[in-house]
């Protein structure tokens, strides 16, 4: 049966080469390879995403809808037994997704969003009390940090 031979290229500049069935979908490729993908491997150092639904694969700067087999898409083919193809390249790129609490990057977030609260959004401190002028500058709400 003919296959698919796909190398998935990430914004890292890593590769993985998986094949295919013709009539999978994109789908269903990207439920394969977030199956496959591989886990605390210094190889592979970015963060496997929390679903396929992440995953973004991009072909000849078009990004292809889950419902898309293969086929459909003009993939070449080739059979199992006989010399390989070259691989066809797709790009892989993850969807940005809410990390972990424990991110020292989200707390400064969330710190800077609550000073904000306290102030009304305005982000001046000519109004401040003797009390909210410690909170003043550094990590304080001020636009700057």
């Known amino acids: 049966m003919p296959q698919v ?3 998935f290229l990430l914004v890292s500049g890593r590769r993985k080469t ?3 069935d013709p009539e999978t979908t994109v789908g269903r ?3 394969l390879v977030w199956n496959a993908w591989p886990t605390r491997d210094a190889a592979w150092p970015e963060e496997r995403p929390p679903a396929p639904s992440y995953f973004r694969i991009l072909y000849l700067g078009k990004i292809l809808q ?3 087999t293969l086929m459909s898409l003009g993939f ?3 059979l199992p037994s006989s010399s ?3 691989p066809t390249i797709v790009h892989l790129s993850i969807r940005p997704y809410a990390v972990s609490s424990e991110d020292p990057a989200l707390s400064k977030k969330a710190r800077l969003a609550s000073a ?4 009304g959004n305005s982000g001046h401190t000519d109004d401040l009390g003797a ?4 909170r003043a500058g550094c990590c304080g709400g001020c636009l700057i940090c």
Do not use: N
């Open 5 to 7: 031979t796909l190398t």
């Open 18 to 20: 998986q094949t295919f």
């Open 29 to 31: 490729v990207k439920e």
């Open 66 to 68: 889950d419902e898309e």
């Open 76 to 78: 070449p083919t080739s």
């Open 84 to 86: 390989p193809t070259t």
């Open 116 to 119: 904000f609260a306290r102030r």
């Open 131 to 134: 009390d909210d002028a410690d």
